[in-house]
């Protein structure tokens, strides 16, 4: 499920679990941005990190 966050009008974000990783995914047209999430990070921190410095960037067809 994806959700918004006020302040990021163009994006979206979703919390996935890969494995034991807790990721935060930024979603907009063909860009997925993601970063990994500790248990107790604060989502509207990262989000705007995660959109300012990108640590990962999947660009789809």
């Given amino acids: 499920m994806t959700f918004t966050l006020s302040g990021f009008d163009s994006w979206t974000f979703q919390i996935v679990f890969y494995g034991s990783l807790l990721v935060l995914e930024a979603l907009r047209d063909d860009q997925r941005l993601s970063t990994v999430l500790n248990p107790m990070d604060c989502t509207r921190t990262w989000a705007h990190d995660v959109i300012r410095h990108p ?7």
Avoid: A, N, Q, T
């Avoid at 640590?55 to 067809?61: A, G, K």
């Fill in 55 to 61: 640590s990962c960037s999947l660009i789809s067809r």
